[in-house]
């Protein structure tokens, strides 16, 4: 039978969309979630949920035995990339030395397949966009750092063990769920098209505009927003490109390869909802670059991924019908 995946950070947004899809495709799954940022109701029923640390040594041993694991998909980690400038060592624990410790117990109880959740934060702002993997690698923040290491400490580990892995740099991850199963629940999230759609829906009163004067087409920041559930499902299939070839490890950008403005992201929001949200145009964010876009020739070529749900007015529709979805959760609870 099926070995069965561990998920850290099951319970979080992207992690959620993960055990969603191995459980579409047949695989037996147990999260383990600390439940800092991610919520029960995000694991579907019939999932074991471990509540504890991915740091816990003792408690992986007896998931990995009791559970049967064969792989491990590390979603567990703290995202928010002004925070990591102002508690640096906070991310470096969480999101490095904690990783450390996973890695290190997958490798004493013989787990041969890892993947990562890593970032084009890693890239930092590149020279030339789109970004291929191969480009240096120049993080301008703690965050994409502590990323960058753990990519380090799996290749190294990789190739001193019995282990290989697929580190997946992903861009930006957007939308939820098409049957509203799970989406982005955080509250106080900055991305733009949770923030827009919180708008939309009245949830706060507009959407700033962080910097208008960039080197892009309308001046807006241009980034490659992929949905959650076309990302999910590039981590099974990178899950079993590892398995097919144990001796092969990858790393791939994770983006449609195509970009949007925040105005064409705002337009998508407006038109889809049929009624305008308010726009403040606003200064600059810190280390914004202007465009962030992947290449993504690698993720083509190495793994059968076709995306379903490119296209920004769906991504959107998405992210919106789980917002609605999430109000009716919240006021049950
Ligand atoms: N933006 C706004 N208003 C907002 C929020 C964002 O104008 O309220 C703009 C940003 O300036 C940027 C674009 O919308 O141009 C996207 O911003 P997000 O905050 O949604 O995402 P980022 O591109 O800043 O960051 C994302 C992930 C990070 C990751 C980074 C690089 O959130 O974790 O991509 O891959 F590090």
Redesign the pocket.
């Known amino acids: 039978s099926k070995p069965s995946i561990l998920v850290t950070g099951g319970a979080g947004y992207i992690g959620s969309h993960a055990v969603l899809a191995l459980r579409d495709r047949g695989w037996p799954v147990a999260v383990i979630d600390n439940l800092s940022t991610g919520f029960r109701f995000a694991v579907p029923e019939g999932v074991p949920l471990y509540e504890g640390d991915i740091a816990d040594g003792e408690l992986l041993a007896r998931i990995f035995a009791d559970q049967g694991i064969g792989a491990i998909m590390h979603f567990a980690g703290s ?3 002004p925070e990591s400038v102002e508690r640096p060592l906070d991310y470096y624990h969480n999101n490095t030395v904690k990783s450390r410790a996973l890695i290190a117990a997958a490798v004493a109880a013989g787990i041969r397949h890892f993947i990562f959740s890593s ?5 930092g702002i590149p020279e030339t966009s789109p970004v291929r993997e191969g480009m240096p690698k120049a993080p301008i ?1 703690p ?2 750092w502590s ?1 960058l290491m753990t990519e380090q400490m799996l290749a190294d580990t990789a190739a001193a063990h019995d282990m290989n892995y697929c580190a997946l ?6 939308g939820a769920d098409p049957e509203a199963r799970s989406g982005q629940s955080t509250a106080g999230a ?7 759609v919180e708008a939309a829906l009245g949830k706060r009163n507009s ?5 208008t004067d ?1 080197d892009t087409p309308d001046g ?4 490659d927003y992929i949905h959650v559930s076309d990302l999910a499902a590039a981590h099974v299939l990178a899950l079993e490109a590892l398995m097919a070839e144990p001796e092969r490890s990858m790393t791939m950008n994770c983006g449609y390869g195509r970009g949007f ?2 105005l064409e ?1 705002l337009d998508a929001v407006d038109r889809v909802t049929n009624r305008p949200i308010e726009r403040v145009m ?1 200064p ?2 810190a ?3 202007d465009a ?1 876009i992947s290449d993504p020739s690698r993720i083509r070529e190495t793994l059968p991924w076709k995306p379903q749900h490119a296209d920004l007015d769906i991504i959107v529709r998405h992210a919106l019908a789980w917002e609605r979805r999430l109000s009716e959760i919240r006021e049950d609870s």
């Open positions: 995202i928010v990339v970032t084009a934060a890693t890239y923040n965050y994409g990323k740099r992903y861009f930006n991850v957007a900055t991305h733009l098209i949770k923030v827009a959407v700033s505009i962080f910097g960039y807006t920041g241009v980034r403005s925040v992201v606003s600059r964010r280390g914004d670059p962030l």
